[in-house]
């Protein structure tokens, strides 16, 4: 495509980059932007610096923080002694929004994979078995995809976590293979966290 | 269930071609190129919206021209269906059912039941154990579709172990914990494939060998062997079998234990047909094969399956070319089609005691004509 302009073409670009965006779309939204008033650019421009630059993995969970420690992990309501695991920031978001759920979150940031190269090693495991055996967690539920690479990650950890004698659990599986949890109806998910079944580590 | 016309315009050799068939035994007689395959292949697409040569639908335009259109008559308990397969070079394949265009391929599969036997075929007693895997598998899982999922499933995760393995040897590392996770979600898989294939091969070898009977003379006797790694198919027994496997599997990084490694051993009288049969004796084991799945499909589909015969009298003694006339005659009852190169041949088998309709046509040079 050509442009008229180096710098239309160089925002076509760079949000052409972004996820389910093509240069067709970038360039609406590029002309899009160029017609609002600077002020509403501009606050547009910071939001993404800010959210890059100031935005950090809470120390404890590593869900997205503003500060070391999310306002989840900070908050004294929350119910110390249940952690759920979960892939991805966007499964935190997911199970909030049920409000079902007051316990701690774990956010390993991806599942055991190794076709994309991806080991335990690569995973926030390590920090979680630590966070377990150093704090007050009795029960840990697993909230991942139900498909293999999830139930891996699961099983992994569930044999991490023997020896520390924590009950494990996994959400109930009304969840089609294949399905992301983020596209699961939420009422599902909500029901699925109460009627949790007990996973065994396969020995 | 049968063809009652077919009309061609610029479909491989063919400018254009209109046929009317019998509903029961058609043969097309012609020199080799001469064309008599390309019907088969016509029918083949009508059927199942592609045809049996792998190649891209562009292949099947005629030179020169820019696209080609296949209709035919089907006719179902009297009614008839009209079906058309249109290709236009650059805009694709589009499949027309009864003035219905179909939004997707897969729902026509299945509708018009049909098995092809192509002279390739006996690549299945002779090529790598890949094709007679897949031959099983694909007769299991179109009537098993939790068959199906334990495939799929199985071959994932084999895909993520093997990866595994890949990963851990570039990393020159061995974490048998990790490997040991991917087992325990192979075996499960493993355990109902081999179930599967095994249960599935006791229902299917009667069918298989009453035709084998009746095609040769003397005391042949065929059988068909299993052969797996598996032992004992328990979970105990897949443990052990993965451990066993487990410093192979590190040293070559990839899985080498499993159903995966299956493979099937075709036996004449105790000899292996791959080593010792004769091309008469591999041609009358794959044509025993593929009639026993044309008897499983009909099981299934309560229909007579469409049969497309490419080639197959060709180096036959004719003990077993009369057996397999009187077979098509009396054991078969669907639409049957049949391509060979000499209507003499052809014409005396089909005189002998024949009770169903054959009718003729001579193919040269991209026209065929009724006889
Ligand atoms: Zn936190």
Known sequence: ?203 | MYFADLNLTHFRNYYQQELHFSPQINCFVGANGSGKTNLLDALHFLALTRGFRSTQDKFAVKKGETYFFNGATLVKNEAKLKIDVNYLKGKGKKVIFNQKPLVKMSEHIGRIPLITILPNDTELINGPSAGRRKFLDMLIAQYDHSYLNHLIHYEKILAQRNALLKLMGEQRFFDKEQVEIWDTQLIPHGIAIYKGRESFLRDFMPYFEEFFKKIVSNEEKPFIEYRSQIEENTIDGWLKLMAEHQERDRVQQYTTGGTHRDDLNFHINDHSARNFGSQGQQKTFVISLKLAQYRLLEKHTNIHPILLLDDIFDKLDEHRLQSIANLLDRDIQGQTFITDTSYERLAEVFSKNISREVKFFMVKDGVAQEW
């Open chain 1, 1 to 203: 495509m050509e442009y008229p302009s180096k710098a239309i073409e160089n925002a076509v670009n760079e949000l052409a980059n972004l996820p389910g965006i093509g240069k067709k779309t970038a360039l609406r939204l590029a002309l899009h932007i160029l017609k609002q008033t600077e002020e509403n650019a501009e606050k547009l421009g910071e939001s993404i610096i800010t959210l890059r630059k100031n935005i950090r993995y809470c120390d404890t969970c590593f869900n997205i923080s503003d500060e070391a420690t999310c306002n989840i992990c900070s908050n004294q309501r929350r119910n110390k002694e249940i952690l759920c695991v979960v892939e991805d920031t966007k499964d935190v978001i997911a199970l909030e929004n049920t409000h079902q759920f007051n316990g701690l979150y774990h956010v390993l940031g991806g599942l055991i994979n190794p076709l994309q190269g991806i080991g335990p090693s690569l995973l926030n495991i390590d920090p979680l078995i630590k966070r377990i055996s150093e704090s007050s967690i009795k029960e840990v539920i697993f909230a991942f995809s139900a498909n293999i690479e999830g139930d891996t990650t699961a099983f992994y950890i569930t044999k991490k976590l023997k020896p520390l004698g924590v009950k494990i659990s996994s959400i109930a599986r009304g969840i089609p293979v294949g399905l992301d949890l983020e596209f699961t109806d939420e009422v599902t998910l909500a029901r699925s966290i109460l009627n949790r079944t007990q996973i065994t580590a396969s020995e």
